[in-house]
């Protein structure tokens, strides 16, 4: 394990990932309200392991506060790992499909100048806007896109989640 994470304490790590998660939506629709950068399909599918993983880590958070509750803090916490596993499997499938190493679904790429589905015709024309494609980026920064960035710190996440885990499998066959 880490020597880094070994340092953090288990009682912190739900609140982090709270605050992490938190961070991370807010910066989503920072760049959906503020900048304008309207999500695609698969972006607006990448935020739900961090909406579930706010709640689980909340309750993981309060249940860790309390004494002798055992197994269940580490079950919530093991939830979110679990949630940014996903997380991480859709953003990488996500970045994949911007950087062309596979083809997307069929209903959120293409050339961009007819919509895909009728669905996306319809709402192009009741609010006049072209919905985004999934298969290109519409923000990059070091060239790495939004779902890049997104897959780097589901990843994180899904670490940090992950070493209350094994913190208690290790304690539960008695190593150290």
């Known amino acids: 394990m880490p020597a880094m994470l070994n340092r ?24 959906q309200y503020a900048l304008g950068y309207a999500p695609c399909h698969l972006c607006l599918q990448e935020r739900i392991p961090y909406v579930f993983a706010i709640g689980a880590a909340l309750v ?7 004494a002798n509750l055992g197994i269940l803090p580490v079950i919530f916490i093991g939830l979110c790992a679990a949630a940014f596993a996903v997380g991480t499997v859709l953003s990488a499938y996500h970045a994949g499909v911007e950087y062309k190493w596979w083809p997307g ?7 961009g100048l007819v919509a895909n589905s009728l669905e996306a015709l319809q709402t192009e024309l009741q609010t006049g806007k ?29 670490i940090l989640s992950a070493q209350p885990l094994i913190r208690f499998f290790r304690e539960a066959h008695g190593e150290e």
């Open 105 to 111: 679904p069929s209903s959120c790429t293409g050339g």
């Open 8 to 31: 953090i304490p288990t009682a912190y790590i739900p609140w982090i990932v709270l605050a992490a998660s938190v961070a991370t939506l807010g910066g989503a629709y920072f760049f």
């Open 60 to 66: 993981a958070g309060v249940l860790a506060r309390e």
């Open 130 to 158: 072209h919905l985004p494609q999934c298969d290109s980026a519409a923000w990059t920064l070091f060239g790495i896109s939004l779902a890049g960035f997104n897959f780097l710190i589901s990843l994180a996440l899904f």
